[in-house]
């Protein structure tokens, strides 16, 4: 498959008073499934020690579609949807293992941070060379419906509309 997966089981402390997951775990589910993507992208934990930069959340959207609930399995999918050479923009779905019910989605920007300077910075070659890689794979895909009507990157070198 060409979208990146993970998979996790929803914890009982996620669970709110209606007996469903707090949006909050939503949030927090979704985080995890964009760390292990970035480290899949070389933006990992060895990422920042290795140039002293990290990815910042500059803005995100999440549509609460379905219900889970306690135990539920869920498959996050994760898909660039465009890049430049200091952003990233991509898009989660969760969706239910066991019905295949969409649950939520997030889409998010982020932008590639100087730690000691606080400010933008290009990505490495090599960053730029993955993510080159992947936006040949993902621009295949078909685009979410709602996606970049909020967020989006407006030039780019990446040649996505």
């Not at 992208?41 to 579609?65: A, E």
């Not at 239910?96 to 400010?119: D, P, S, W, Y």
């Amino acid at each position: 498959m060409v979208l990146y997966q993970n998979q996790l089981t929803i914890l009982p402390e996620w669970i709110d008073y209606n007996g469903h997951m707090n949006v909050a775990y939503y949030v927090l589910a979704f985080d995890n499934a964009t760390d292990a993507v970035y480290e899949k992208w070389g933006l990992g934990g060895q990422y920042i020690q290795q140039t002293g930069c990290s990815v910042f959340t500059v803005g995100m959207d999440v549509d609460y579609l379905s219900e889970v609930f306690e135990g539920d399995k869920v498959t996050i999918t994760t898909q660039l949807l465009n890049w430049d050479y200091k952003r990233v923009h991509y898009y989660h779905r969760m969706i239910n293992t066991a019905t295949g019910v969409l649950a939520a989605v997030n889409e998010c920007l982020a932008m590639n941070i100087h730690l000691a300077k606080r400010r933008s910075t290009p990505f490495p070659d090599v960053v730029q060379a993955e993510l080159a890689q992947v936006m040949v794979r993902h621009k295949t895909l078909e685009r979410p419906d709602k996606a970049m009507q909020r967020l989006g990157i407006k030039s780019n070198r990446s040649g996505v509309p």
